[in-house]
């Protein structure tokens, strides 16, 4: 991010797909804090058309949500876990995970690197005339536009349409009518001795 501003806004047009780790699906890259290769945080969209196994990342907290699709089944070494829409699920993201589709789904996923950044994912639910959803100034906030339009007030107002993003680490609002991810990265103090 720029230090003139601390909101970047990025259409869905822009953001970049690429191959997974295992090279068995895409993901639409949305936001990123580090290198590719050594990230501290990620946030990306998978796509996924058939069962497959989920690429392996030691050392990831890792967090996805089906957000298309009727269900998705992951099966990890400790037990089997069914993911529904819009209901985050909090894993290990080097465990070996089989996910099993009965047609094509998307998830959401947030990955943080353990020890130096923690996350949260949910859902907000905007409809017109409700009062806006605040997004406090803590830590960097990945918002996705799901479905319908979000307008984003922060020093100024921008329109978000679907798969549209914002990442911020200052206060913003969100209005209209749709449904918006929101994943919220906390860095880890660094204690210095």
Known sequence: MSTETLTTITRAADLARVPWRNGQGMTTEIALGGAPDDFIWRVSLAEVARSGDFSAFPGIDRIIMLIEGSAMTLHLPDH??????????????????????????????????????????????????????????????????????????????????????????????????????????????????
Not at 157 to 182: F, I, K, N, P, Q
């Open 80 to 193: 089997t876990q069914v993911l529904r829409r819009d209901e985050p699920f909090a894993f290990d993201g080097g465990a070996p995970v089989r996910c099993v589709v009965d047609q094509p789904t998307r998830d959401l996923n947030v990955m943080t690197r353990r020890g130096e950044a923690q996350a949260t994912l949910d859902v907000r639910v905007l409809a017109e005339g409700d009062a806006p959803v605040v997004v406090p100034a803590s830590g960097v906030a990945v918002l996705v536009v799901l479905e319908g339009s979000v307008r984003l007030t922060a020093a100024g107002e921008t329109t978000l349409g679907v798969g549209d993003v914002a990442v911020t680490a200052e206060e913003v609002t969100a209005s209209g009518a749709g449904r918006l991810a929101l994943a919220r990265i906390v860095l880890a103090e660094v204690t210095v001795q």
